[in-house]
């Protein structure tokens, strides 16, 4: 038996929050918007749409199943169902994942903790791409700022987390983001009435289906799991402080609708504006950082909503990282018997450096390549498409094949208080098995040749 009590969430509500906070950040701000426009558009969004709902939901629930009926973390989690076996590799996948993710994670998070400081001078802000363009690339490619921000960034989110999640972020995140939300809303409206967005909305609604290759549906199913903290045994961590009592269902439609609605309206609110600013749609992790400012340039009190939309998408950002932290830190302090202070430590030294040199890989480490790409594209590209696919294939096999059926039906039920149809039951397991196994194996043989 542990000695350590664990922490847990207060409410539903506090789950909902925690677990859409994680799922909700910029993967769907920041990184769908500029996938969608490297990837052809409408076609990329219908393969995403059908990744979400036939292999996300049932990987989330699988997820779910294992955290909660362990209550550990995502390594003690399948050491206690499989001790010493294989299926461990789930367990190395979720630190080595996450450590990887924040890499690059914080180093974003960092520009948008800048851009909130940049959008409160009047100069900021202007409707001419080709400026915005060059500040953009002036201070990512710098080495100093952009390192500070990016240790800032992560410093926040470790302080976060050695406060535990509870009393933290979880009471922020209530009112924040519903803000974030509304604040969406307006840029899309904005964005799809200025002249020239029908050619962005044609973009987001008309699919090409000769767009689609292996590399983009790895990309949409990297995307997919990475926007819903899939595969990496974040929602294993997060599922293990998840009251019995709790209908797991619920949960994950709700967060997988909510984070599906952020990603949507991000892209309505980017890329309309992308094509009316004739700013080429596969620029890359630039765009939102140039497309937006030109959109607050067109608004009354422009400087405001950009400080108020940066200061939210760093929240939205910070309550992503904490997750990712947790993942490593729950697997420091319950496996490594670290104290919490000393885990959290440990793990800012190891992303700290780790994304230091991601971020100086947008300047003076640009030439250093591997495989053709930067340091910070390598850890996107890794854990995106490489770590997660193979995470989630693994978590819902080992949900599919090793856990047992009976267990899977108490967790799913919540211990029998919640009615499932037999059928339906069967027909999940039916998808944990078979479907989302070998769905996912496609796509990544599929892009290797
Ligand atoms: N889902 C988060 C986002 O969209 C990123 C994330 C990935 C968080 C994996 C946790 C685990 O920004």
Known sequence: MSTIKRDGFGS?????VAVAGSAVGLGNLWRFPYMVGTNGGA????????????LCLPIMFSEFVIGRRTQSNAFG????????SGWLTIGVISVVASICIMSFYSVVGGWTLDYIFKSFSSSFLTSDSSSLSSQFSGFTESSFVPVIMHLLFLAISALIVVAGVKNGI????????PVLFILVVILAIRSLTLDG?????????????????????????????????????????????????E???????????????????????????????????????????????????????????????????????????????EVVVAYFTEELKMTRKVAVVVTFVIIGIFGTFSSLSQGVLKDFTLFGKSIFDLFDYTSSNILLPVGGLLVVLFVGWRVKRADVLDELTSG?????????????MLVIKFLAPIAISIVLINSLI
Do not use: H
């Open 12 to 16: 539903r509500f506090g789950v909902l």
């Open 416 to 428: 029998g208080t919640v009615a499932l149809r037999k059928s339906l039951f069967t027909g999940i």
């Open 170 to 177: 979880e009471k922020y995140s209530k009112i924040l983001m």
């Open 43 to 54: 076609a990329f969004i219908i393969v995403y749409l059908a990744f979400v709902i036939v």
């Open 197 to 245: 967005a029908m050619e962005g909305v044609k973009f987001l609604l008309y699919p090409d289906f000769s767009k689609i290759t292996g590399d983009t549906l790895l990309a949409a199913l990297g995307q997919a799991f990475f926007s819903l903290s899939l595969g990496m045994g974040c929602i294993i961590t997060y599922g293990s402080y998840v009251n019995k009592k």
């Open 247 to 325: 209908n797991l269902f619920k949960i994950s439609f709700s967060v997988a609708a909510a984070d599906t609605g952020f990603a949507i309206l991000a892209g309505l609110a980017v890329v309309p504006a992308v094509f009316a600013f004739g700013i080429p749609p596969g620029q890359g992790p630039s765009l939102v950082f140039i497309t937006l400012p030109q959109i607050f340039a067109q608004l009354p009190f422009g400087n405001v909503i950009s400080i108020a939309f940066f200061f939210i998408l760093m929240i939205a950002a910070l309550t992503s990282a904490i997750s990712l932290l």
């Open 77 to 84: 989690a399948i050491s206690k169902i499989a001790p010493r």
